[in-house]
């Protein structure tokens, strides 16, 4: 069971983000080059990074702790990490600034099905604020 340690922390993160998108009605699922843009690039120099560290001998993962596979000689949810972690890092950030009402966008600007942090307190307390 110990060889799914790091797998299971990858899930735990996702099942604390996911639930995210849909509950602010986020718009990164629609945005799917944005995001890929976003994560991809510095994946990509970090899993290189990565390899060149653990073939150099700085460093090396528990097999005890990882699923058997490997590639490049890193295990499957090391490359996952830099995936999950950044995707749980944005949605956060998106869902942080529904709720605190920021926007980047011009009035009337917002992508269809957004919800806006007026929206959300209006949902919550029923007249856009907490009461007293």
Known sequence: MRHLSYAVMLGFC???SLPLHRVFHLSLARQVR???LSIL???LAFIAWDVAATRAG???FDPEQTLPPRILGLPLEELAFFVVVPLAGLLTFEAVGVVLGRTDR???QDH???V???DVR???YGDGGPRS
């Open 112 to 114: 269809p099905g957004e």
């Open 41 to 43: 690039p510095v994946a």
């Open 34 to 36: 944005r995001v890929a």
């Open 58 to 60: 700085h460093w090396s």
């Open 14 to 16: 996702l099942a604390g």
């Open 122 to 124: 209006t949902a919550q």
């Open 116 to 118: 806006s942090g007026e």
């Open 106 to 108: 011009a009035p009337g």
